[in-house]
C-alpha cells in the first residue's frame, strides 16, 4: 500500500513579491503602486508571511514599520531570485518564433511621440508584434513583461540606458495668442493650461525668466498631456510645450512659441532597454530606430 502524505506549502508566491517590493522601494505604498494593488492588501501579504515563517520580518512602531536584520537578509536573497525570475521570463519571450515586444511608455509619449515613429518600424520588422502600455512610473525592467520602457526623467546612460533628447520646455499657444503677447506680463491676461504629470511647468519656467508673473485665476487643468496640447491647438489658452512632444504642431503652424525663452527641465526622454544577452538582434534594431 503505497503512502501519499500530503506535501507542506510554500510561502504563498503574492506574500513573498509584496514583501520584497515593501523593502525594495521603501514602503507599504510604494509597494502597493508598484505591484497595483492597495496598501492594505500588501500589509496583509506580508503578515501572511511572517505567519507562514513564524517570525516578524517588520518591527511595528507608532510611526511606521522597521524592517528587522532577519527581514533584511531574507530582503537581499529575494531580491536576487526575481531579478533571476525577470531573466528567465525574458529569456523565454526571446525564443518566441513571431517576437512580440512590449514598450512601457509615459501616456504622452505613448499617445504623441511613438505614433510617429510606428509606420516606419511596422514597415522595415514586420515579423514584429507591438504591445504599448501607457504607464505613469517607469517600470523595473529585470522584473516585469516589458523589453522597453520610454519616459522622460533622470537617466545617466549605460548599456541599457540611452537618452534620446533633452527635455527642453518654454510657453506654446496658437498664432492668434501670440500676437496678443508683447511682454510675459500680457501673460497674466491669458488662460493658462496644466496637465497633471507636469504639473509644476508653468512654475519652473516663470521661476526661471518671469518670477513675479501670477496667473492663478485663469487655468485649466487636464489629466493628460495630449488633451492639453489639443485645447492648446483649439484656441483656449497658453501651454508650457515640451520640445519633444509639441515640434510636429510648431512645424505645422497650428502652435507657436511667442517668447524666445527655453528652460532645460534637467530631465530627458529615455530609452531603457532589457540586458543585451536578453535582445535579439531585430529588437536592437527596433531600439536604434526609436533613438534615431
Not at 5 to 29: D, I, V, Y
Not at 215 to 223: G, R
Not at 233 to 246: E, F, M, Q
Request: proline fraction near 6%; include cysteine.
Amino acid at each position: 500500500m503505497s503512502v501519499s502524505p500530503k506535501r507542506p506549502k510554500g510561502p504563498p508566491l503574492n506574500s513573498l513579491r509584496a514583501f520584497e517590493a515593501a523593502t525594495r522601494l521603501g514602503g507599504f505604498s510604494k509597494a502597493a503602486d508598484a505591484l497595483s494593488v492597495t496598501s492594505g492588501a500588501v500589509s496583509q501579504h506580508i503578515k501572511t508571511l511572517e505567519e507562514w515563517a513564524g517570525i516578524a520580518l517588520f518591527e511595528r512602531r507608532s510611526q511606521g514599520v522597521l524592517l528587522t536584520q532577519f527581514g533584511q537578509e531574507i530582503a537581499d536573497d529575494l531580491s536576487i531570485v526575481f531579478d533571476q525570475m525577470g531573466d528567465v521570463f525574458h529569456k523565454l519571450r526571446k525564443g518566441q518564433h513571431q517576437p512580440n515586444v512590449h514598450i512601457a511608455a509615459l501616456p504622452s509619449i505613448a499617445q504623441l511621440w511613438l505614433p510617429t515613429k510606428l509606420p516606419l518600424i511596422r514597415a522595415t520588422l514586420p515579423e514584429f508584434t507591438l504591445s504599448i502600455t501607457a504607464l505613469e512610473t517607469a517600470p523595473n525592467l529585470s522584473r516585469d513583461v516589458f523589453n522597453i520602457s520610454l519616459f522622460i526623467d533622470h537617466a545617466t546612460p549605460s548599456p541599457t540606458t540611452q537618452i534620446i533628447a533633452d527635455d527642453i520646455i518654454h510657453p506654446v499657444c496658437t498664432p492668434q495668442i501670440a500676437k496678443r503677447l508683447k511682454r510675459f506680463q500680457d501673460l497674466e491676461n491669458e488662460t493658462w493650461l496644466f496637465d497633471a504629470t507636469w504639473a509644476d511647468d508653468w512654475h519652473d519656467w516663470c521661476q526661471e525668466f518671469a518670477p513675479k508673473l501670477s496667473n492663478l485665476k485663469n487655468s485649466a487643468h487636464f489629466s493628460l498631456y495630449s488633451l492639453a496640447i489639443d485645447e492648446a491647438r483649439n484656441g483656449a489658452g497658453i501651454l508650457i510645450g515640451h520640445d519633444i512632444l509639441v515640434a510636429p504642431y510648431i512645424k505645422s503652424g497650428e502652435l507657436v512659441a511667442p517668447f524666445k525663452q527655453r528652460f532645460s527641465s534637467g530631465k530627458s526622454l529615455n530609452i531603457k532597454m532589457v540586458d543585451q544577452k536578453l535582445r535579439s538582434d531585430p529588437l536592437n534594431t527596433l531600439v536604434e530606430m526609436l533613438i534615431n
